[in-house]
Each structure stands twice: as C-alpha cells, then as structure tokens.
C-alpha cells in the first residue's frame, strides 16, 4: 500500500489513498475517480451545496458491494460541514454538505461514485426547489424511450406552461426536472402534479407508459416515477458519476438532444472525459433549474 498524498485544494488539505486502485471493470482508477470530481466541482457544487447529501460509496469497486452512506463520516476533516436531515426513530441525523472542490475531493477519496441530493435545501427541507420526473425503462425498453416520453411530457407542461429541463440518469433512464423556487411550493404538491402527468400520459399511451410501481406492470413500458418528489427521497445529482461498468454520468441534455435520441439517433450516454468537454463547450446546461421560478397549477377542487 502506498503512502498517502496530501494536497492543498483551496487551503484545505485533502488527504488521498491508493490512487492507483481500479473503481471501474473499464480500468478508470481512483485517481481519475478524484481528478473527475475536482474538475467538475466548479459547475456541479452549485447543484449539490446546501443540501443533505447522500454518497453511495464502491470502496471495492463499482463492480463490489457499494453502499449508502447517509450519516457523515465520522472520520470526515473539520472543514466538511454538516447539516441535520430525514433520520431515524431517533430523530434527524448529520449529512454532509459538499460545499467546495475540497469536498468533491475528499467525497471521491472515499469511493463516493455516486452522489444523491434532495430536491430540498436543508434550510428549509418542507420545501422543494424544483419538481422532478424520473422515467425508468422497464424491459424491452431504452432511453429513447424514455425520451419520447419526456417530450410528450414537456407538451403537457407547455399547457400549464412550465419547463423543463432533461438530464440523463447516467445509467438507463432519464430525468425532467421542473424548477420551482417558489417558497410556496410544497413535496406533496410537487408529487401530486407529477403523478398526474404521468396518469395522462398513461391514459394518452397505455401500451407505453405506467405510474404503477409493481416491476410487473413494467415490461414494455417507461414507468413514470412520480414518487421522487416526496420528503426523503434523493435523486442522482447533476453531473454525478455513476457505478456502471464504465464512468457514466448523470448529464444535463438540451431538448435537441432529446429529441435527436427519440428519434434513435443519439444514445445519449456520456463519460467523465465527454462530461468535462461538454462544459467547456456549453457551461453548465442545468443552471436556470437553481434560478427559474415556477409555480405549480393549484389542484382541482
């Protein structure tokens, strides 16, 4: 075992260990695991600070047992911060807030591949900031699919109109976030209005689309997960790897993107390196889902 390497990231030293550990079956190490997480911190933290952050962490790789990791580290250096979220019965426990590129570090340091987020800030957990739709393809059923169904859902939104915007789930799926930012706005609402949508798309295509959670009722069709939207639930956050074979990533996409891989022309599955490349190209597609302000259509009485 080689000895550690400490580093100086924005007057925090990082602590490193066995850089050259293979995480992925593709060969991707340890090493590029961290230089990923540093270089994309600049555009992703805006995405992930502030909130009660989950790792699901691959100390043996992501073709191991991973885990979820909800309570912070304890062994996490003095300049992790740290905010009270969803707990036990004993009540609320400690997450991390990743906060700087110090942290994305520190978080890759500790095989934390994937990192989950709430749609909630954790100054105010009662309220989301932007609605989301997960659409999950059953079997016999891909991301084209899944982007088919998102434009469909965009032109349910266009009606009461909101936007959206689409990020791939970095594994098989893909995400339409609504953004909010409206302190009215409320988990309950959010998936209310989210299953809605998709029980009108469910009764626009029923050969296509399902709101029904049983696995049974998927094969063939986009299960619209409405559920997302509730108090304690995590999404994949934004430019986050994922533990695939190979170091996808959950990538924000413009809607001509999403409607290229509708079409079956675009898989829409990018890599850490393409993730990197599409910043320097386009910034960060997912920057107005933290601005734009909507408001959902009060319910029918």
Same mark, same amino acid.
């Given at each position: ?8 990231? /924005?007057?925090? /030293? ?11 079956? #593709? ?5 590029e ?10 555009? *992703?933290?805006? $995405?992930?600070?502030g ?26 250096? @003095? ?6 979220? &969803? ?11 990743v906060?700087d590129? *110090? !942290?994305?570090?520190?978080a890759?340091?500790? =095989? ?5 987020? &709430?749609?909630?800030? =954790?100054?105010?957990? @009662?309220?989301?900031?932007?609605l989301? %739709? @997960? %659409?999950d393809p ?11 169904i =998102?434009?469909?859902?965009? !032109?349910?939104?266009d ?9 791939? #789930? ?26 809605a ?13 399902? !709101? ?6 998927? &094969?063939?069709?986009? %299960? ?6 509730? $108090? ?27 409607? #290229? ?9 990018? /890599? ?9 190209? $386009?910034?960060?597609? %997912? =920057? ?14």
């Amino acid at each position: 075992m080689s000895a550690p390497t400490i580093v100086d990231i /924005e007057g925090h /030293e990082v602590r490193l260990t066995n850089l050259d550990k293979v995480l992925y079956p #593709s060969g991707f190490t340890k090493a590029e695991v961290i230089d990923y997480h540093v270089r994309v911190a600049p555009t *992703a933290v805006a $995405h992930l600070a502030g909130r009660c952050m989950t790792f699901r962490r691959f100390p043996d790789g992501t073709d191991g047992d991973g885990f979820f990791e909800k309570r912070c580290n304890r062994h996490r250096p @003095d300049w992790v911060p740290v905010a009270l979220g &969803p707990g036990d019965r004993r009540g609320g426990i400690e997450y991390c807030r990743v906060e700087d590129t *110090a !942290t994305m570090a520190w978080a890759g340091n500790l =095989a934390a591949i994937e990192l989950h987020a &709430p749609m909630a800030l =954790a100054s105010d957990l @009662d309220t989301p900031r932007a609605l989301v %739709f @997960d %659409f999950d393809p059953g079997p016999d059923t891909s991301v084209v699919e899944c982007c088919q169904i =998102a434009l469909a859902t965009q !032109t349910i939104l266009d009606a009461v109109s909101l936007r959206g915007w689409c990020k791939t #789930s970095g594994s098989k799926g893909l995400q339409m976030y609504v953004p909010l930012n409206d302190d009215a706005a409320t988990h309950q609402a959010a998936a209310d209005f989210a299953l809605a949508c998709g029980q009108v798309l469910e009764r626009q295509m029923s050969e296509r689309v399902t !709101t029904v959670m049983a696995k049974v009722a998927r &094969p063939g069709k986009i %299960f619209v997960d409405w559920s997302q939207n509730a $108090h304690h639930k995590t999404t994949i956050a934004p430019y986050s790897l994922r533990a695939r074979s190979r170091p996808t990533v959950s990538t924000p996409v413009t809607w001509d993107e999403v409607e #290229s891989c509708a079409s079956g022309d675009d898989p829409l599955v990018f /890599e850490a390196p393409d993730v990197l490349t599409r910043i320097d190209e $386009h910034g960060d597609l %997912f =920057a107005e889902v933290l601005s734009v302000q909507q408001e959902l259509p009060a319910p029918r009485k």
